[in-house]
């Protein structure tokens, strides 16, 4: 979907190359999305100064994404030094949501408590050693932060950055407002060193289904063989490859309107169990959850 759908009062053309700092980069989506800004002519172009990931397979990713070479990396950012990085305009930093995060511990991320969601503070210390500070700063992190458990937290997080002098924006967005078929609400922290006049884009009157993203043709090895399924009122079983039984039950009434539409009876996890219909949205998928992935029913 192109961004011309998104630019509202917030579309402002700049003929500057845009200096870019990024910090927790992991394989760096904001990045793609400036480079989505260039090629439809938003801004004239960005130039990556640094990134700083510690995750080795991370790394890699982000050098053949973004097209820039390992020695980018300033590695990881409690060795940082502030006063050692390069000016930037723009600061992004999707910092550990892993002990803000429902699906985690919920240790939070107190100032010097240790974990790793704490790590975020590491750019207000690199804020106050800087020499000259970025004009904007991205923050970046799971909804349940604006959660009564951690509005104190938050609350000094923001404290800090007004006190350097930052005119703060904040607001949870959910990526199917905005053309993605994935519920996603995130939280996003916009930091401005002037005053300004800005809106959150509003939600877009779009509605993709995951359907509308997958590929065309698919190898037959990643089908259930439609030869081994039965038949029972509105319900459809099939068999698993692996162990020959009846494992999958599909609902095909739920099917057709998306969602939760089967179980996956061979998994013990809650949420790994349910299959969701390619004709409406998947959750937010679980990164810790590597072995069981997203189980998506579609239409042959
Ligand atoms: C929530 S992810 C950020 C994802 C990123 N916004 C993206 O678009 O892929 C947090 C990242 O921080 C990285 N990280 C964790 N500890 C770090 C540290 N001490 N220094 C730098 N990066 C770190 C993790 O490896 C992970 O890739």
Redesign the pocket.
Known sequence: MSLKKIKGENKKMTNKIIKVGS????????EKALERLKKEGYIKDYCLEFF????KN?IKSYCAIHNVDESLNIG???SVKGEELPYCDIWIG????QDISCAGNMKGFDFQSST?SS?GWEMIRLLKEVKVKPKVIIF?NVENITSKKFTKTLNLFKNDLTDLGYFLYDKVLDARDYGIPQMRRRYFLIAFNREVDFNFPSPLDVHYIVADFLNKTVEEKYYLSSEKCKYNDDKVYFESKKNQEYTYEINLNKFKNGGVCGIDHSCNFNQSRRLYSSKGNIPTLIASNTTEHCKLVVEE
Not at 23 to 30: E, K, N, Q, R
Not at 94 to 97: D, K, R
Request: glycine residues 14%; hydrophobic residues 35%.
């Open positions: 910090f927790f980069s992991g394989i760096g989506s904001p700083s990931e510690i995750d991370a990881n950012i409690k999707g910092f550990p949501c790793r790590l970046e």
